[in-house]
């Protein structure tokens, strides 16, 4: 299987992250409908156990919006299982795990991030939709300072911790550290430093989103003033440009641009798209059909074969949308992605995406000593069974500690939505 942009960059941080998270192990010896709206939950979900993502007045709630935030933890949390037990099990050659199919479709989960980024597409534009399709103004003081406020105290608060076992269990420099650790708190190591953080290498991603946030009205303004095929065909045009030129060109792009917004932007713009489709065509009530979930099965289906091959890999954003519009519209796909805990595993994904790596490498450090000598297969099963229930669980935890008294604080206007 080709090794795609940013591979490289990964397989180097969680070399050198995999004893951080290490030293945590020695410091301690569902809806029916499409759209839901905040005042449509139960008194239950108010309750201090429940674990149900909190809406904010007057705010749309899409559940299956949620079991995609699950499909997409899930691929990553396992692509990152995956990848810390080959880093740890030295005696595997990783060109003969390459001929292991069950290490191909783990690798796969790579692909777990640029889910997230058609995902925070989809929400970020959905409001700015919705007001020009009624003629009015979004209030972007309430759209800044919501990101502010729901976003920044899990992180910093993740980065905190980090930062404090790298220091004080894993003895590394303070006063090395503290730069890494500002420009982090700030979003700028990927542009800094050209690298992953070095307190939480999967902030990158939360780097690119930040761009996201900062440019998402400016896009609104640029074209959702604009109407039917005219709004929609900029929209395509751009998309299909940026495929083309990663297509072409990705594979010579400098670091820092990898790691950037212009390199992913087709990825959001697939969520924007959808959005649009979503408010506009389907009117945020689209009707459902096995026909979709037929279609979602296959559009899901090619997503992960496309990751196999470099020369279609670029092609992914274009299935992706296939794949969400039959996630949507299809009875049976909608149907599981909205039932049990799969939103609610949904609705944790930022404290499992921020957190995850920590628990693996912590419950890892135990696990590693009674496989040794395991074959591959057995080894990642066994690991697979074991550690991504842990990953929930403690998550769980750390959700109701971190982001969930997050999700409705708004300190400068009580009340009002963003």
Known sequence: MSKKPCDSLLDQSLLTQCSVADTMKKSHGACHSTVESSCGRTSTDRHWWSLRRSISPGRSYVPVIDGLRCIAILFVVVYHLNDYLVAKMGAWERAELRENPLFNFFHV??????????????????????????????????YFLRR???????????????????????????AELLPHFGASCLYLHNQIYGQMSQINFVAWSLEIEVQFYLLMPLIAWLFFKRRGRARRSWLWLILIAIVAA?????????????????????????????????????????????????LGVVAWTALVCLQFESRTLYLFPLVMLVAYIGAIRGKLIHALLTAGPVPIIGGMCYTIYLFHF?????????????????????????????????????????????????????????????
Request: aromatic content about 12%; overall charge positive.
């Open 109 to 142: 989960g790579s692909c777990g991030v640029p889910l997230f980024f058609a995902i925070s597409g989809f929400i970020l534009s959905l409001p700015f939709l919705v007001h020009s399709k009624q003629g009015s103004a979004p209030n972007l003081k309430h």
């Open 148 to 174: 502010v406020t729901r976003l920044e105290p899990p992180y910093l608060i993740n980065l905190v911790i980090i930062f404090a076992l790298l220091c004080i269990v894993n003895g590394q420099s303070f």
């Open 246 to 294: 990663k297509t072409l060109y990705a594979a010579s792009a400098p670091t820092r641009l990898q790691l950037s917004l212009p390199f992913v932007l087709d990825h959001f713009l697939v969520g924007i798209l959808l959005a649009d489709i979503f408010v506009n065509d389907w009117h945020q009530n689209p009707k459902r059909s096995h026909g979709f979930d037929a």
């Open 358 to 418: 920590y628990i693996i490498s912590f419950v890892g450090r135990g696990m590693l000593p009674q496989i040794v000598g395991f074959g591959y297969t057995s080894a990642i099963l066994l690991m697979i069974a074991t550690i991504v229930p842990t990953v929930i669980i403690v998550s769980c935890i750390l959700f109701k500690l971190f982001e969930q008294p997050f999700m409705n604080w708004r300190p400068w206007s009580r009340g009002i939505a963003a």
